[in-house]
């Protein structure tokens, strides 16, 4: 009889029946955030995060749009999505189980410098956000089961270390800003003002106005320069805060308030809807 792996065995596991999500920080990576899940049903709204956002699926399919393109990924793919960048997700062929981690920019960085011994200059990024690579889709479910077992400091850092420098050799880049235009920098004063007044009740002819731009005009530039309507970004804009207010241990009730949105339960359909888990999931972590 064929011996199977621990990891080989898991590739072969059926899904689960029901949804289910394991969200924890970890310590070893200066808090960073780290999930495991299986989804069925559960379509994420578009969103961007502050952190990158890597990961790979185990099993199934999901079809997200990520930079106004929309594709299938499966086993042996990678997200390696860049903070800030507007991407949804949604089950294919019956859902899909996959693992995910949310680096900070700094972190991510330091990872890079302790592994080269060498002083990053620039700012890392990865210029394709979902592609097949199945070696390196492998390694990093194994470094991701080493966090979430909790096995020894040294094993799991060097793991996942290993696996983040692999990812950005072979398809990382130091990040090229494109050049200004005038409508360009229009959307974003508009996208500033937004951030500077999430907690506002901002109205689109109060934005149009901010950025010089008729109301449609500013809906359609918005929309081509940040693959998101303004109100779809004020939505993730607030539900980014909220999520640091949580981290910190806020009450749910007051965050809603807090980062405008109507009620708790407002607060909680859109919470969910970006993360995939409930504000006391989150904050309960």
């Keep these: 009889m064929q011996n199977v792996s621990q990891e080989q065995a898991a590739d072969y596991m059926p899904l689960a029946q029901a949804e289910t999500t394991r969200f ?3 310590s070893r990576f200066g808090g960073m955030e780290c999930l495991s899940a299986t989804f069925l049903t559960h379509e994420f709204a578009p969103h961007a995060h502050d952190t990158f956002s890597i990961g790979a699926i185990e099993r ?5 749009t990520i930079r106004g393109l929309r594709e299938s990924s499966g086993p042996g793919d990678l997200y390696l999505i860049n903070p800030g960048e507007t991407h949804d997700g949604a089950p294919a062929e019956g859902g899909y189980r996959y693992r995910m981690i949310y680096p900070d920019m700094a972190l991510f960085r330091e990872i890079l410098e302790d592994v080269t011994g060498k002083s990053f200059q620039g700012t890392p990024a990865f210029g394709k956000q979902i592609l097949h690579d199945q070696a390196l889709a492998d390694a990093f479910h194994a470094a991701h089961r080493t966090l979430e077992e909790g096995s020894g400091a040294l094993e799991t850092s060097q793991a996942m270390f290993l ?3 692999a990812m950005f050799r072979r398809h990382g880049s130091s990040i090229i800003v494109p050049a200004d235009t005038a409508e360009r920098t229009a959307v ?3 996208r500033d003002y937004l951030i500077e007044n999430f907690a506002s009740d901002v109205g689109l002819e109060e ?3 901010v950025a ?4 449609a005009h500013l ?5 081509k320069e940040f693959h998101i309507t303004p109100h779809s970004f004020l ?3 607030r539900i980014r805060a909220a999520r640091r207010h949580l981290r910190e241990g806020g009450q749910p009730a007051e965050i809603a308030l807090e980062c405008g949105f109507a009620d708790q339960a407002h607060f909680t359909r859109h919470f969910k809807a970006r993360t995939g888990l409930t504000p006391g999931q989150y904050r309960a972590r």
């Design 235 to 237: 939505t993730d804009i």
């Design 219 to 223: 809906i359609r530039a918005f929309r």
């Design 212 to 215: 010089g731009l008729s109301r």
């Design 163 to 165: 696996v983040l420098d």
């Design 188 to 190: 974003r004063q508009a």
């Design 24 to 26: 924890w920080r970890d």
């Design 60 to 64: 199934g399919a999901q079809i997200a």
């Design 207 to 209: 934005l149009a106005t």
